[in-house]
């Protein structure tokens, strides 16, 4: 079966810091594979999403970057953290056929004192 | 465009009440419809699907059914419990893309 990874669990980070968060998917190949951001109390916001290695795409600017290094590993950074980074973010993968849904992992909150 | 509305929360219910929580769409293309469930500190978890109208999925006693001509795949369960107690999203994708699209959620509180 498959299944999804994102780690850390929780980070705090001072402001102006680096960050990195990992996600990696099992038991499956090519995968469409997402970032969101979820907002206190608030629904999802779409950060990147990615067809396939090398392949993101950007939905909103911002100072996060995105990169997919291999099949089913999908990073998220930012060289310089700001106070309205905070939030939780989910990691997502997703088959290539039509129709199938999107399996989240189970997020990273991350704090920015 | 593609997007998803759903009605505003919170709700608050008391056990075995009737649930149900509306959702709408507009899509570009044929959009297969999902509701997710969020429990507090936690990722999304899929609760169940619908791809073409008329379809119903379900599952864990919730119910919800791919209405083309009302545009709407509204969620319902006949007795909810304390542990339903979450926040839930509608979602479509369309099958000409890669992305979803996610109401913003409503947030549900059972009460013994």
């Known amino acids: 079966s498959q299944t999804i990874h994102q780690w850390p669990a929780t980070l705090v980070q001072p402001v102006g810091s680096p960050l990195s968060l990992e996600c990696t998917v099992e038991g499956t190949s090519n995968p469409n594979l997402y970032w969101y951001r979820q907002a206190a109390g608030r629904g999802l916001q779409l950060l990147f999403y990615?067809?396939?290695?090398?392949?993101i795409s950007s939905e909103v600017p911002q100072n996060l970057s995105a990169s997919r290094p291999q099949d089913r590993q999908f990073i998220l950074s930012s060289k310089k953290l700001l106070l309205s980074d905070s939030g939780f973010y989910l990691c997502a993968w997703r088959g290539q056929s039509n129709n199938q849904p999107q399996h989240f992992g189970d997020g990273t909150r991350l704090s920015i004192l | 465009g593609n997007s998803v509305t759903q009605m505003e929360g919170p709700v608050t219910l008391s056990e075995e009440a009737f649930l149900t929580i509306n959702c709408t769409y507009t899509?570009?293309?044929?959009?297969?419809l999902f509701w997710y469930v969020q429990y507090p500190g936690e990722g999304l978890q899929l609760l169940l699907k619908a791809t073409k109208a008329d379809d119903k999925g379900s599952n864990k006693g919730f119910e919800a059914t791919y209405r083309k001509e009302t545009t709407s795949f509204h969620l319902e369960k006949g007795s909810v419990q304390v542990s339903d107690s979450a926040v839930y999203f509608c979602a479509l994708q369309v099958n000409t893309g890669n992305q979803f699209y996610f109401g913003t959620g409503t947030s549900l509180t059972v009460i013994p």
């Open positions: 899509a570009t293309g044929y959009p297969s």
């Open positions: 990615s067809v396939g290695i090398g392949q």
